[in-house]
């Protein structure tokens, strides 16, 4: 039997939101930012499922990987608004993993959220010695098309509607697939990638295609808890990453999930 293979599905770090991941102890250019108690939980996590991952062949960081300017409620939660150092942030926590892997590659996000024009990718795919595989000679952009051990991967940050009823959207996207690889010559894939909404869900099709909606590394947001309400934003959060592996039996998709930590009630004499 050939040896398994693996590649790391990670979106929504959002570097640089104080909902989302950041390094203890960073310096940036307005000096240091204390991590909130749910950011130290976020970030031990992180770390922990770094020193548990096995030897990757790939990663793919699928969008919102910075905060940019917070415009959903005017930069009020931003670490700091700009982008150079919400990208210095972010290669500093993903140093650890560009150790344990061939390769990694990065896909556009949410366009308040990446600096898509102003490039702040790029400066974190060239810092990590990611593949340029995008056009116009960047690291990124929205659609990763790419065929890995006999599989193929269509990835792309945005998953469309759904939410509460992701399954359906599950389904939509199965049958979306095949129509536009059998109308339109979209290249078949077999495991089909996105992110965006922060809760995963995922599954196959009897053909053996595997649509996933990869969770996030960030906290319920101001922004998400106004637009769904404090209960769904709860309820719909997953936080972790998904690990692919493909060896002589197919390929196993794995949810690697970590329940958030227990809220404190403040008591009030
Ligand atoms: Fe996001
Ligand atoms: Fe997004």
Redesign the pocket.
Same mark, same amino acid.
């Given at each position: 039997m050939t040896k398994a293979a693996h590649i790391l599905l990670l &979106? =929504?770090l +959002?570097c640089g939101s104080v909902f989302g991941t950041w390094v203890p102890g960073f310096q940036h250019s307005d000096g240091e930012h204390k991590l909130t108690g749910f950011q130290q939980w976020l970030y031990q996590n992180f770390n922990s499922m770094v020193g548990a991952l096995p030897k990757l062949d790939g990663v793919v960081c699928n /969008? =919102?990987t910075i905060d940019g300017k917070n415009p959903y409620s005017g930069g009020r939660y931003c670490i700091t608004p700009e982008p150079a150092d919400q990208a210095a942030a972010a290669i500093e926590l993903l140093k650890p993993l560009r150790k344990k892997t061939k390769w990694m590659r990065l896909v556009d /996000?949410?366009d308040c959220?990446d600096d898509t024009a102003g490039g702040a990718l790029d400066v974190i795919g060239a810092e990590l010695k990611c593949d340029k595989w995008a056009p116009g000679n960047h690291y990124s952009a929205q659609v990763l098309s790419f065929d890995w051990r006999g599989k193929v991967f269509n990835i792309q940050h945005h998953t469309g509607n759904g939410l509460l009823y992701i399954s359906g959207e599950i389904s939509k996207k199965h049958m979306m697939a095949s129509i536009a690889e059998s109308d339109n010559n979209l290249p078949r894939a077999d495991l089909i990638a996105t992110? +965006?909404i922060?809760s995963a869900s995922g599954g196959w099709s009897g053909g053996g295609r595997y649509v996933v909606v990869q969770p996030?590394w &960030?906290g319920p947001t101001n922004h998400a808890i106004k637009v769904m309400g404090v209960q769904r934003a709860y309820a719909l959060l997953t936080v972790g990453a998904v690990l692919v592996t493909v060896d002589d039996l197919g390929m196993a998709v794995k949810l690697i999930r970590y329940p958030l930590p227990p809220l404190s009630v403040e008591k009030i004499e």
């Open positions: &979106a =929504d +959002h /969008g =919102d /996000g949410t959220h992110a +965006h922060h996030c &960030a």
